[in-house]
């Protein structure tokens, strides 16, 4: 019998006497379809797991989405598409500070949204069995966007969004790229020579960004199908601080806009698609909410009465008064 082999998996040192990397997957008790395996800096293909041997002193990385039915359009709703993939719901929800998958589930559930952002994070190979988000919400319904969340260069982004299309093959994806912990705002010169690489690389990016419309037509320019303007820093409820920005960004792109962080209530998300943005992604304000169902809830309204506003046009602003009855006729 070979010797054992002395291994790195996620950080930590493990003893196998697995041959191959798919059989030690399963020694971890994982289910090959729900992970994905890098070895030495490597993606290793999953149809080609079962043929790829180990050897002593491989560092090996193996991961999953985490939280980071179908759903009807709302009325009114008039659709949108991105990358040629076509949605009815313009609201997009993480799957992050919930209390558990099954709450994430019925939040999603009751706002509608069609796609869920989802992060990559290492698989507990300590705990196989643990519960996962795809046990939960089922990615063959709803459309899953891995993100680069918690990354801070444009390589390690890459890598990430690697390993999450060996995943699950999605080619749709978030790229953010953000330049310090405080803010997290996005660092834009990381964030642009990340996009310019998925994008050659076969990836569709709907990449997060600042309230800038030149850094947006740069990102546009370079391969972005989405941008993504934060109307505030992630996770602070501050609603959009700057309207004029995002318009303009709104007037200026050939690709959908999505204000991305910093929503805290419903009238944010009704502001955003006043303002003519194509939708809205939030993950705090609902998770976060006293009641995350009826938080969610409320802002699928908000966010199809701010579209419906935006359709309709709004009245022209004036310096004074202007009655709603007319005087004429006075008794």
């Known amino acids: 019998m070979p010797a054992p082999l002395t291994l790195t998996v996620n950080g930590e040192s493990r003893r196998t006497a697995a041959a191959t990397i798919a059989d030690l997957v399963c020694e971890l008790g994982l289910a090959p379809e729900k992970v994905a395996v890098e070895r030495n800096g490597e993606i290793a293909p999953r149809s080609r797991l079962a043929e790829l041997a180990l050897a002593d002193g491989d560092v090996l990385e193996i991961v999953h989405f985490v939280g980071g039915g179908d759903h009807?359009?709302?009325?009114?709703?008039?659709?949108?598409?991105?990358?040629?993939?076509?949605?009815?719901?313009?609201?997009?929800?993480?799957?992050?500070?919930?209390?558990?998958?099954?709450?994430?589930?019925?939040?999603?559930?009751?706002?509608?949204?069609?796609?869920?952002?989802?992060?990559?994070?290492?698989?507990?190979?300590?705990?196989?069995?643990?519960?996962?988000?795809?046990?939960?919400?089922?990615?063959?319904?709803?459309?899953?966007?891995?993100?680069?969340?918690?990354?801070?260069?444009?390589?390690?982004?890459?890598r990430t969004l690697r390993l999450a299309r060996e995943a699950g093959g999605w080619d749709l994806v978030k790229l953010e790229v953000l330049g310090e912990a405080r803010t997290l705002y996005p660092d834009m010169r990381e964030t642009l020579k990340a996009t310019e690489v998925l994008s050659r690389e076969g990836f569709l990016p709907m990449v997060y960004c600042t309230d800038d419309p030149i850094a947006a037509k740069q990102l546009e320019d370079a391969g972005a199908v989405a941008v993504m303007p934060l109307g505030a820093p992630i996770g602070s409820g501050l609603g959009i601080q700057n309207r004029v920005t995002i318009r303009l960004i709104v007037e200026g792109a050939s690709v959908p806009v999505l204000v991305d962080a910093g929503v805290g209530t419903a009238s944010d998300a009704a502001v955003a698609m006043e303002l003519g943005c194509t939708g809205v992604l939030m993950n705090t304000a609902i998770a976060e909410a006293k009641d995350p169902l009826r938080m969610a809830r409320a802002m699928k309204l908000a966010v199809e009465g701010g579209r419906e506003a935006y359709l309709a046009g709004r009245m022209a602003t004036r310096k004074y008064a202007d009655p709603s009855s007319p005087l004429a006729g006075l008794i």
């Open 72 to 158: 009807h359009a709302g009325a009114g709703s008039d659709g949108w598409e991105v990358a040629g993939r076509r949605f009815t719901s313009r609201l997009i929800v993480g799957t992050g500070k919930y209390k558990d998958f099954a709450q994430n589930a019925a939040a999603l559930e009751a706002s509608g949204a069609e796609i869920v952002t989802v992060a990559v994070r290492r698989v507990n190979v300590s705990d196989p069995n643990a519960p996962m988000l795809t046990d939960f919400i089922d990615p063959k319904k709803i459309t899953y966007l891995p993100n680069t969340a918690g990354c801070f260069t444009a390589d390690e982004a890459i």
